[in-house]
């Protein structure tokens, strides 16, 4: 047992340390290319006995999604990956940005210069009309700074950050002074394909696929060249993913949405994507799915939590692995059944669901929770 007063000092501790680290933790503009990998040995190798904390878009419930800050910040924290979005630029760049405007994430709007690129586009079935980063240049983009999405949280980072590049993403995880993996998503692959031309024909796939070779990520789930460089690429277009397949043996991650909806690539929906016998053929591409969490245990009307489905039985029956997403610290997404309390929800969702991984805005939190119980 440890006194109440020895428990208060480390968790007091905890917070100087984290400040401090956060203060040295910020580098400044720009960033430096990828380091030559060969003098990575020796680091503190990625954990692979526990579920996985997965910094989605970085420490993004602290610091603006995305940005080298929020993924430095996840790295202090104990992410053992880093997760983003990969979108593309007019000029055929790869960025790190989950929406396809910028109106909702960046300064864009205080921007007079860019007033006439806002445009509507079809995506997904839907008009949008915004900012499309795909209108923009990367030097264009790397001029505006990004924003806190949600009001709810800080927003004294605004204005600070700019918006990176892939191989930024890579070159902060790779620098890393132990081992961190990357966790990219090809987003929106139909749409980005409609709207960025690469020579030759390219796709956002092969592009996405050749920068992570160029920066020697390749090698299956646990093999020596992953855990030198651990990576796990996600979509949520299956056949995106089975195309990838065909260019890395990179271990696949299936992303599953809303069950209701169909993807947009293929015409099933994703409760169509989630049968027996679509987990068996494509269990034969990927090693694993990210469902939404209310898939997999979905609530009622009264923010109470219902029974699981089978979904994560049947996926590890498939030897599939199972990364939910978005673990949330904040009341508006904590079931009632957690008491308002994300380390109850951790408890129940690894030991209960057994889940293989997390996705988290609160990497912090997950890994402060994982070290209480079960230290390495
Ligand atoms: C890599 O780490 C070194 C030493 O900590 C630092 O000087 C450099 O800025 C870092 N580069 C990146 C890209 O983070
Ligand atoms: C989007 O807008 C265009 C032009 O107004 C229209 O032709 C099209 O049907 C709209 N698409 C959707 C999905 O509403
Ligand atoms: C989906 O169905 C529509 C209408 O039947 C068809 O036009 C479209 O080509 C289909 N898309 C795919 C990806 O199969």
Redesign the pocket.
């Known amino acids: 047992m440890i006194s109440s007063s020895s428990f208060c000092a480390f968790l007091l501790t905890l917070l100087i340390v984290s400040a401090l680290s956060y203060a040295t933790a910020i580098r400044r503009y720009p960033y430096f290319s990828v380091p030559d990998v060969d003098d990575l040995q020796g680091r503190q190798p990625i954990q692979t006995q526990r579920a996985f904390n997965i910094a989605h878009r970085g420490s993004n419930g602290e610091i603006p999604e995305a940005t080298a800050e929020a993924f430095l910040r996840a790295i202090d924290e104990g992410a053992d990956f880093i997760e983003t979005d990969i979108t593309a630029t007019k000029d055929g760049r790869l960025i790190c940005f989950h929406d396809l405007i910028l109106d909702d994430t960046t300064d864009v709007a205080d921007h007079a210069e860019f007033q006439d690129r806002i445009h ?1 586009y ?1 995506d997904e ?3 949008v009309t915004g900012y499309f980063a795909v209108d923009f240049t990367l030097d264009e983009l790397k001029t505006l700074r990004a924003r806190q999405r949600f009001m709810f949280r800080d927003q004294s980072f605004n204005g600070k950050f700019q918006i990176i590049t892939f191989e930024e993403f890579i070159s902060i995880a790779l620098n890393a002074t132990r081992v961190v993996g990357i966790y990219p998503e090809i987003k929106s692959p139909v749409f980005i394909n409609q709207h960025v031309k690469w020579p030759d024909g390219k796709r956002h796939e092969d592009i996405f696929v050749e920068t992570l070779l160029k920066n020697g990520y390749k090698g299956t789930y646990l093999s020596d060249e992953w855990r030198r460089q651990p990576l796990f690429i996600q979509s949520f277009a299956p056949t995106s993913l089975i195309y990838s397949s065909s260019l890395t043996n990179s271990p696949l991650i299936l992303l599953i949405d809303d069950l209701t909806m169909p993807t947009q690539d293929t015409n099933q929906t994703y409760a169509e994507i989630t049968s027996d016998e679509y987990l068996q053929y494509i269990s034969k591409f990927v090693v694993g799915i990210g469902p939404a969490k209310d898939t997999i245990v979905p609530p009622d009307a009264n923010n109470y939590l219902k029974l699981p489905t089978d979904l994560v039985p049947r996926a590890h029956a498939h030897n599939l692995q199972v990364h939910p997403y978005t673990f949330r610290n904040e009341y508006g997404y904590l079931h009632y059944d957690f008491h308002q309390d994300p380390f109850q929800e951790y408890i129940y969702w690894i030991h209960t669901i057994c889940v293989d991984g997390l996705f988290t805005d609160f990497t912090g939190s997950l890994h402060l929770y994982q070290e209480w119980t079960s230290p390495l």
């Open positions: 509507t079809e079935g839907k008009n």
